[in-house]
């Protein structure tokens, strides 16, 4: 928000910012024409380059429904979160401790700055004690496997 990114360049003057996702709103857009250090890119081919390059991925929704996918695959690059509670609520708890939750503007710059400007052992450690690992496809639809395999009498 107009609130965070102002904090967060005072605290980390070399910051950028960078806005990835398909169809960004107008407000969105205007963003980069706003403020010193924001880019948005629209659509990309690939986001994991910008999630390799990145230090932190912030998830600042309001309202939240389901999982968040989004902060799933940066927990899984390696970045650590910083997310409102609405987000926060819908993570599994495996993947909570790589995750910081604020909801107010000076706490959520708070955050971010300080994920900046871990060392990058530091924040690999912070974001390896996550368990990505058991959120994979095979491991979440083996339950739905074996109840499959007893409702048809096969085994």
């Not at 205007?30 to 230090?55: F, H, M, N």
């Amino acid at each position: 928000s107009a609130e965070v990114w102002p904090r967060v360049r005072a605290a980390c003057p070399d910051a950028s910012f960078i806005v990835v996702g398909a169809q960004p709103t107008a407000p969105v857009r205007r963003l980069a024409s706003a403020s010193d250090g924001i880019e948005v890119t629209g659509t990309v081919a690939d986001v994991r380059p910008y999630l390799w390059k990145g230090r932190v991925s912030v998830a600042p929704l309001r309202t939240a429904r389901g999982v968040q996918t989004k902060v799933l695959e940066a927990v899984a690059a390696g970045l650590p979160v910083v997310t409102t509670s609405s987000v926060s609520a819908g993570l599994p708890s495996t993947i909570r401790h790589a995750c910081r939750v604020a909801d107010d503007p000076q706490a959520f710059a708070d955050h971010v700055s300080a994920a900046l400007n871990l060392t990058d052992v530091e924040r690999l450690d912070l974001v390896g004690r996550a368990d990505v690992e058991s959120l994979g496809w095979e491991r979440q639809l083996a339950p739905l496997r074996h109840l499959l395999e007893d409702a048809s009498g096969r085994t």
